[in-house]
């Protein structure tokens, strides 16, 4: 696979590190009531959707950018790659 | 039909023209006692055990495309009870029992070969872990031995041992592993369930669960609806699909693994060996072919076929373990789909909906789970109760924090 | 011997000959040739025997579909089983063999398999051999297995060497045959950069194979003019020799090139190169491969694909036999007829199934249509065709032309489905293939010459303009389009005769037949119980044909039976040349510590550690056993000072105004708080609550850490917290880089070691008062050379770990060691640092291996619960805090001669060895030369309560079982005194 890193332009999927759900940017507040109901959802729970998938991947062996791709998960073509920052920022993680 | 070589005879003498089907194709009625979604090596395994050992036999298996095209077709074949935690290694060490004595049971060869799985360690600690693990093994009654350096010599001269980046130090072998027929367990669990009564039925995609008032009624499916006092899913690959159908989420991920397979070579690898430096398993089929496979590609995907560098990896690793391999020529190779779980371990249990029932999350483990999962399955489904050597594989086990984590790698199932 | 069926003509050059071998037998050929075509031109047919039935095999195609001759090339090591002779390019000093047969090729005991067939049909061992149980291990498999198989590996370690590459293009040309010479030439003048591949050594395609006009010149020589004027051109790379093997994502295509494989020797270059190609675009030009049909003993030697025939004739200047009869549903066989006689070649009769006028007259050839070859004669070579209308034709040689099925092949590779054209009767690309593909020619079922350049030239113009290019209006090149009519005929009904579809396998439609009545019916299933396409050539002449039987007996059209894809490889590759140059030493690189060539030469011992290689002890004259360098080691330490190389350890330099915030959100226990000058010891949690890393972090400034992590974990740890820095802490002004291999760090052990230190270092007063236990700074020693100081403790001493910049790592060890003299300072490895940490109590991977949590560990207290911290809140799950777990305990043989083995399990005295009886394991052990025996460290149920306990280490696989003593897991100087002192 090929993927556009919005700073390095075109790189192969080799120099990534594939975490998971681009939801893991949305850590729950630890100091809620049900914390523990909400970090376990948070961390244990995926959509797994075959379709469209935001994902998390770590540039590792390049700039060491986390990264956030929407990729399909049917077909592996990919729409769209975020600066996983910028999105943490603002705060849409999903 | 009873199968033997008298039948093989008898037949070969008047034309091969006696032979029946294998199994009925029934149209669906509208009620079974028990639907299981997924005619895969487990659905079909659940059938069986529930139609002989639990006296179920309204029971229907319904599959989206034709028996045995999930992973138990595209798997490396391997067979083993060497798990380390009390929450697996019973389990699978049943399973071997039951793989055992499957011929018998089934009166269908599906060539179990018990020619033995060779964990190599290349330093003092995963010598050590593995001597844990071993020692668990043996306290679950199952076999195993620690080999040092001339001992796995002796018994695999032709590995690396003395050019390797890292050098071989020693080895966990349990003899009563090996390989068996992956299509074989399939046709021979759907035949024997089929001849219990048990309606098979191809081409049947379900498209959703009849759920009322907290309680699952029965299926809908492309060949009309079904009735069921209880449902059964069993889809590993597509878990997280069927279950969002009943609005469930689940702590499951699907991942692509790539299986090899060699041209036919005459035999050269007596069982299972696998490399602890890197990520390779490999054996040898009665073919020929040399069997092997490596990691996952780590990325999801539902797209069953996988990426070079994967492919590239596992040559690499092979070449390292075994350099007289270099002109044997890769014929083939294809991906599976995988219920990657969050602590690398299954699920067998019920849903929070009542009639509901959920098995899935084998990763990459499991063809030689199938007669236990199978087994503990139809217990469950029959009885409501877990089957003795299957109790932790809760769904709430995440939530409680009792997680079955055989490596160690935490919450991220492509680690697993 | 003479070439007796060599012609005139074809593409060989008669001034080189070639000797080559064959069983035994020195044969002569030319460069050009292919073995195939030489065994041919020399009368050999006879060259294989079939899986499972043994049956004698000819050769059967002329390309890389061939099923049948498959041969053992070369010798000794280099010896390669499965090796097709009909792409096998003929070199001077060949050396050949046939495989699978017992015996001689010519009689090969296995052969009898052949009489019990009526009992081997499809799936027959799924049915027997089940009773006794026991007998299937021990005497059917190794009977079946003993049979296994074709050729054979010779044992012996690879010795060519295979590279890897990168290649990028805009666009990708897979086949150089007419169509993709045509869409090159439009490419080259567009200015893309192209590489076209073939696995051909000679390019062209058919057009070296078969008689035709291109642009009114000889196509063979258009397709030599055209490659001439593509090599001027340097936007164009042409790989001869070089397979695309598959499609993969994003335009990546693997690609095998042959180098040196049609040369006797390598000569120390790479045999193979495998390609990695980019590509914005590919087009795909592969042509097609004829098939055959299913008729009574069609296997025998003789009996070959009519193109296959036409090529020998024509581009290999060979008669495949001297009495060629053919046998064809459609009109190519009759082109193939034409070509024939202008080669020079004698046909017999032409056999058609269509019942129309025949196409063609010739004169001296039987024709027949209407009509059907029912039976064959001839064991080891083809005697006589039967046919349908009762004539016995004596034969040497039948040329099968059964249609052709374009090669979708990489079409397939990402699942894509072909799809069924009734007027061509074969399957062509369907719409979902890899993106960036097209397919051309013949392989997108342009099945005639005229329409295959054309198609070519305006898909090529098509692909250049969408991604860019301007293309000159030009017109394709000018070609005829000869006739192609079929009518589909697939299969010679006949109850008594196999009639085969796979020959390497040995399916014959009666076990299609089997598998049908056994309800089989899915073509999956059909391709799984009889193996059909399940041979080294997947298929490529057989799948379309045992689907096509299985269709008429399902009494259903071929697009409602389905179809199987195919998978990569396209060709099968060698492993050696997917694994490259990672064998032996070069698996992984090795990464060297600072101190490595010193110890080196001091003869020390060293040990992979990852991709790390450590000193492990450092042996001195007279020491037999690693065990009294490595007791030496440790006494040295604790009684003066020893010196060991920590630079593997995980560095990362932390700065930021919330550098501090950070760092407390990373570790499980406070970092809010730590005084600048101080060191703090943190435990790192993965977000599910489990440890998962330790280390210490220094706070060298107000706003600057440095953290160290475990070997093993530092790039981990590196990770995560880049994750935690950039996607949940997004507005903390913090950064991170790693430093592991910019800083050189040793640890000084030992009550001596202040006193070292001391001679080493600028103006630094090392009391205890002014830099006590877990302090720290940057300070200079040796008159000025930078460096870090922490005073931290791994081994339990007074002791301090030193850094400077990597390139003082050298001079350092060798300073601290000339310094170190008068209070005789021992260099440590790896091993006396893990006696010495055990004995001190302190965890490493063993302990922390991401199932275990700071309760396991001892370490509860520290996972605080005032602070949002990675793992904190997941931490506290039911489960996880349960009282009732296990306890790092220290262990101690209750007989003191006894040595404790790291796996052992715990378990009460008397009772018996069960997974319910399971109290724990030991997870480290060492002889401890401080104690004066063996010391351990494990996990046991509620072990902190039982200090003083004894129970037992059950080491079954090892055959021990000891009784061992509880004790706590600091056991070298609990209360700590000797390291603060």
């Known amino acids: 696979m090929i993927i556009h890193h919005p700073l390095l332009g075109p790189r192969d999927a080799s120099e990534f590190v594939h975490l998971g759900d681009a939801t893991l940017l949305s850590r729950p507040d630890w100091q809620a009531d049900d914390a523990i109901a909400q970090f376990h959802e948070y961390l244990y729970q995926r959509e797994n959707p075959a379709g469209e998938y935001r994902e998390l991947w770590y540039h590792e062996q390049g700039d060491r950018s986390w990264l956030i791709i929407t990729r399909n998960t049917l077909t592996h073509e990919i729409s769209s790659v975020e600066l996983a920052r910028d999105v943490a920022r603002k705060g849409s993680a999903s | 039909m009873r199968y033997s070589a008298l039948s093989i005879i008898k037949n070969g003498l008047t034309g091969n023209k006696g032979w029946k089907p294998v199994w009925r194709e029934p149209d669906p009625k509208q009620h079974y006692d028990i639907v299981i979604v997924g005619g895969g090596g487990h659905g079909l395994a659940t059938a069986h055990y529930l139609s002989k050992k639990y006296g179920v036999t309204n029971v229907a298996v319904l599959e989206k495309g034709w028996l045995g095209s999930g992973n138990i077709g595209r798997n490396t074949t391997i067979v083993r009870s060497n798990y380390l935690l009390d929450g697996n290694q019973p389990f699978y060490e049943h399973s071997m029992k039951l793989w055992e004595g499957l011929e018998t049971d089934l009166n269908y060869n599906v060539m179990m070969s018990q020619r033995g799985i060779l964990n190599l360690a290349h330093s003092d600690a995963q010598r050590d872990a593995f001597a844990r693990r071993g020692n668990a093994m043996l306290m679950s009654g199952a076999d195993a031995e620690l080999l040092d350096i001339d001992a796995v010599r002796d018994m695999v001269p032709f590995l690396n041992f003395d050019n390797a980046r890292f050098p071989i130090k020693g080895g966990l072998l349990q003899r009563r592993a090996g390989t068996a027929r992956h299509d074989a367990v399939a046709w021979g669990y759907a035949r024997s369930a089929d001849s219990h009564g048990v309606d098979i039925i191809q081409n049947c995609e379900v498209t959703g669960f009849t759920i009322h008032d907290g309680k699952c009624t029965g299926v809908q499916t492309t060949r009309g609806t079904i009735s069921a006092n209880k449902v059964g899913v069993c889809v590993a690959g597509s878990s997280s699909m069927v279950m969002a159908k009943a609005g469930m989420r689940l702590p499951i991920e699907s991942h692509v693994l790539q299986a090899f397979v060699s041209e036919g070579l005459k035999p050269t690898i007596p069982g299972v060996v696998t490399f602890g430096a890197g990520h390779l398993y490999i054996s040898q089929s009665d073919k020929g072919g040399l069997v092997f496979g490596g990691d996952i590609d780590g990325y999801n995907s539902y797209a069953q076929r996988g990426n070079l560098p994967v492919i590239e990896h596992v040559a690499e690793d092979m070449m390292a373990l075994m350099p007289f391999l270099g002109r044997a020529r890769l014929l083939r190779m294809w991906g599976g789909v995988m219920d990657m779980s969050m602590d690398g371990s299954p699920i067998i249990d019920k849903t929070h909906i009542d009639g509901l029932y959920f098995n899935g999350g084998w990763c990459y483990g499991g063809f030689k789970a199938t007669p236990a999962s199978g087994d503990a399955y139809a217990h469950l489904l029959a009885t409501d109760r877990p089957h003795e050597t299957a109790t932790q594989y809760h769904l709430d086990r995440f939530a409680r924090g009792a997680m079955i984590d055989e490596k160690g790698a935490g919450a991220q199932p492509n680690l697993h | ?981």
């Not at chain 3, 057989?542 to 199987?564: D, Q, R, W, Y």
């Open chain 3, 1 to 981: 011997m003479t070439q007796i069926n060599r012609l005139s003509g074809g593409k060989i050059n008669r001034d080189k000959p070639c000797t080559f071998t064959f069983n035994g037998k020195i044969l002569q050929g030319y460069q050009g040739d292919t073995l195939a075509s030489a065994l041919l031109a020399n009368g050999i047919n006879l060259v294989g025997r079939s899986f499972k039935y043994h049956r004698p095999r000819g050769i059967f195609s002329a390309g890389s579909e061939e099923p049948n001759a498959l041969v053992q090339l070369r010798q000794a090591a280099s010896n390669e089983p499965n090796t097709r002779a009909t792409v096998t390019e003929l070199y001077d000093g060949l050396y050949a063999t046939s495989q699978n047969h017992r015996g001689p090729l010519n009689f090969d005991l296995m052969a009898a398999t052949d009489l019990l067939s009526p009992f081997l049909g499809a799936g027959f061992y799924y049915k027997t051999f089940m009773w006794p149980r026991a007998f299937w291990e021990k005497l059917y498999e190794p009977i079946i297995r003993a049979s296994a198989g074709l050729g054979k590996l010779s044992g012996e370690e690879d010795p060519d060497i295979y590279d890897k590459g990168f290649l990028h293009c805009d666009l990708l040309i897979i086949g150089a045959g007419p169509a993709g010479l045509a869409a090159a030439r439009v490419a080259a003048h567009a200015g893309a950069q192209v590489i076209i591949a073939d696995e051909d050594f000679l390019l062209g395609g058919r057009l070296n194979s078969e008689r035709h006009e291109i642009d009114g010149i000889p196509a063979d020589q258009w397709a030599s003019e055209t490659l001439a004027q593509l090599q001027e051109f340097g936007n164009v790379r042409i790989l001869p020799r070089t397979t695309v093997l598959g499609a993969f994502d994003h335009g990546i295509y693997s690609a095998l090139e042959r180098k040196t494989d049609h040369q006797l020797h390598s000569n120390g270059k790479p045999r193979q190169v495998l390609w990695r190609i980019y590509s914005k675009r590919a087009i795909l030009a592969s042509g097609a491969t004829e098939r055959s049909i299913a008729f009574p003993n069609n296997d025998r030697p003789g009996i070959m694909l009519a193109g296959a025939v036409r090529s020998y004739a024509k581009r290999y200047g060979v008669a495949a036999g001297k009495q060629i009869s053919i046998f064809t549903n459609n009109h190519s066989g009759w082109q193939i007829a034409q070509d024939l006689v202008d080669q020079g070649v004698k046909i017999t009769a032409i056999v058609d199934t269509r019942d129309i006028p025949p196409p063609a007259t010739f004169s001296g050839v039987a024709i027949m249509m209407g009509t059907q070859v029912v039976n064959t004669t001839g064991r080891k070579a083809l005697r006589s065709i039967t046919l349908s209308n009762g004539h016995v034709i004596q034969t040497d040689c039948l040329a099968v032309a059964g249609g052709w099925s374009p090669n979708v092949h990489l079409t397939c590779h990402q699942r894509g489905r072909p799809e069924w054209r009734n007027d061509i009767a074969a399957f062509v690309p369907s719409k979902s293939r890899p993106v960036g593909m097209s397919v051309v020619g013949a392989a997108n079922g342009d099945l005639t010459l005229g329409a295959a350049i054309k198609s070519a030239h305006q898909t090529t113009n098509a692909v250049l303009k969408s991604i860019g290019f301007q293309t000159k209006r030009t017109q394709p090149p000018r070609a005829i389009d000869e006739a192609f009519a079929i009518t589909p005929f697939w299969h010679v009904a006949n109850q008594k005769h196999r009639a085969w579809v796979d020959l390497q396998n040995d399916v014959t439609t009666k076990d299609i037949k089997l598998s049908q009545t056994e309800g089989f019916h899915a073509v999956e299933h059909l391709k799984r119980y009889t193996t059909l396409g399940m041979a080294t050539d997947q298929g490529k002449t057989s799948n379309v044909l045992g689907l096509a039987v299985m269709a008429e007996m399902l009494g259903k059209p071929i697009p409602e039976t389905g179809t199987t894809i195919f998978r990569p490889p396209y060709t099968p590759v060698a492993m050696g040349a997917l694994g490259g140059r990672a064998r032996d030493k070069n698996y992984a690189p090795i990464r060297k510590t600072p101190s490595h060539q010193w110890a080196s030469e001091q003869n020390a011992v060293f040990v992979e550690t990852g991709n790390w290689l450590r000193a492990q002890w450092y042996p001195k004259l007279g020491e037999t056993h690693w065990r009294e360098s490595v007791d030496r080691e440790v006494l040295a330490t604790r009684k003066s000072v020893g010196i060991c190389d920590v630079t593997t350890l995980g560095k990362i330099d932390i700065q930021g105004t919330d550098a501090a915030a950070f760092l407390n959100f990373i570790y499980a226990n406070p970092f809010l708080k730590v005084p600048v000058g101080k060191v703090r010891y943190g435990l790192m949690l993965r977000e599910d609550g489990i440890c998962y890393d330790d280390g210490t972090t220094a706070r060298l400034g107000e706003n600057h850490f440095v953290m160290t992590t475990t070997t093993a974990n530092a790039v981990l740890v590196y990770r995560r917290m880049e994750f935690a820095r950039q996607c949940l802490c997004p507005e903390m002004d913090v950064h991170l880089i790693s430093t592991t291999d910019a800083w050189a760090q040793y640890a000084i052990a030992g009550p001596n070691s202040r006193a070292l230190l001391a001679k080493i270092v600028d103006n630094q007063d090392l009391s205890n008062e002014v830099f006590p236990f877990m302090a720290c700074g940057e300070i200079t020693i040796c008159n000025g050379i930078p460096a870090r100081l922490f005073r931290i403790s791994f081994s339990g001493e007074l002791a301090y770990e030193l850094a400077v910049p990597t390139r003082y790592g050298d001079s350092l060890i060798r300073a601290l060691m000339a310094e170190g003299q008068e209070f005789d300072a021992t260099p440590y490895g790896t091993e006396a640092l893990s006696v010495m940490r055990i004995e001190k109590g302190h965890v490493v991977g063993n302990e922390i291996n991401g199932t275990t949590t700071a309760l396991n560990l001892g370490m509860g207290g520290m996972v605080s619960q005032k602070k949002d911290s990675i793992g904190a809140t997941l931490s506290q799950r039911e489960v996880l805090i349960n009282d009732n777990v296990v306890r790092l305990v220290g262990l101690q043989p209750v007989d003191k001669s006894h040595a404790l083995q790291a796996g052992a399990h715990f378990l009460e005295l008397g009772s018996k060895p069960t997974t319910q009886n399971d109290l724990g394991w030991m997870t480290s052990v060492a002889h401890s030369p401080t104690f004066g025996h063996s010391i351990g460290l494990g996990f046991v149920k509620n072990g902190h309560m039982r200090h003083g306990d004894i129970i037992r280490a059950w080491d079954g696989i090892r055959g021990r079982d000891i009784p061992v003593k509880i004790v706590s897991p600091h056991m070298y100087d609990p209360e700590g005194a000797i390291q603060r002192g």
